[in-house]
């Protein structure tokens, strides 16, 4: 069954506005009647603006008021909303990380000079002409930009990049880079941690063998001793 474009918001203005059950609103809304019981409540975690289904062309009068007599109704979806499609672009960049963008951008145009300004645009969600003045440092902001990695920014993922990175590599006929900035630092990692557990092999073997045949006392109970307290009897 189709649902309404917005159904919290649709729970909302129905709640204020008619009289019918949470039962009705929760299976017309696609929600849990305990979220409608919240929203009647408000003690939803976000106080929302109803919005009337009967404008939007979801709901009519007369379907309100069938089920507005009978509890027992299901309400017809008079008209489905039209699905939201993405329109073609760059991508949305959360406010809070626009401002690293020009950061990114340097970041490929010194790291990766083949990558072109189109494929630059797609993975971090800019603009040519704002690519083209940091590329030829006209940038109204260009003393206080400093190149950083897009992917420590979390403006694209490793895996675009890489992949963008390729592309253009291969249409320049040049070979792509391998990134092996972290194979020496997972060498170390795996020899730290087989010394570490080789150390924690020894040092238990040596403890049973100090704890083998001394009697110990201050038990807690009779046959479980004070973990803190590891006094020999004497």
């Known amino acids: 069954m189709a649902q309404p474009l917005m159904p919290h918001a649709t729970a909302a203005w129905l709640v204020e506005n008619t009289s019918l059950t949470f039962e009705q609103i929760a299976e017309f809304c696609g929600l849990h009647i305990l979220e409608v019981q919240a929203i009647a409540d408000d003690t939803a975690a976000t106080k929302l603006t109803g919005r009337d289904p009967i404008r939007a062309g ?56 083949e990558v072109t300004d ?3 645009s797609k993975l971090i969600g800019t603009t040519r002409t704002t690519i083209a003045a940091i590329r030829e440092r006209t940038h109204w902001n260009m003393a206080n930009i400093t190149p950083k990695d897009p992917v420590t920014l979390g403006l694209t993922t490793q895996r675009e990049l890489d992949a963008a990175v390729a592309k253009a590599a291969k249409a320049k006929g040049i070979e792509a880079p391998t990134d092996t900035r972290f194979e020496g630092d997972r060498a ?24 083998d045949g001394e009697a110990l006392r201050d038990e807690i109970v009779p046959g479980i001793r004070d973990p803190f307290k590891n006094t020999r009897v004497e």
């Open 58 to 113: 979801e709901l009519t009068h007369e379907e309100i008021d069938k089920g507005q007599k009978d509890a027992d109704y299901t309400l017809q979806m008079h008209k489905a909303p039209e699905a939201v499609r993405r329109t073609k672009g760059p991508r949305y960049t959360p406010v809070s990380k626009r401002q690293d963008k020009p950061d990114g951008i340097y970041w490929i145009i010194k790291n990766h000079p």
């Open 118 to 120: 189109g494929q630059i």
């Open 188 to 211: 170390a990692l795996i020899d730290q941690l087989r010394a570490e557990r080789e150390q924690h092999v020894r040092d238990a073997e040596a403890a049973l063998a100090d704890a």
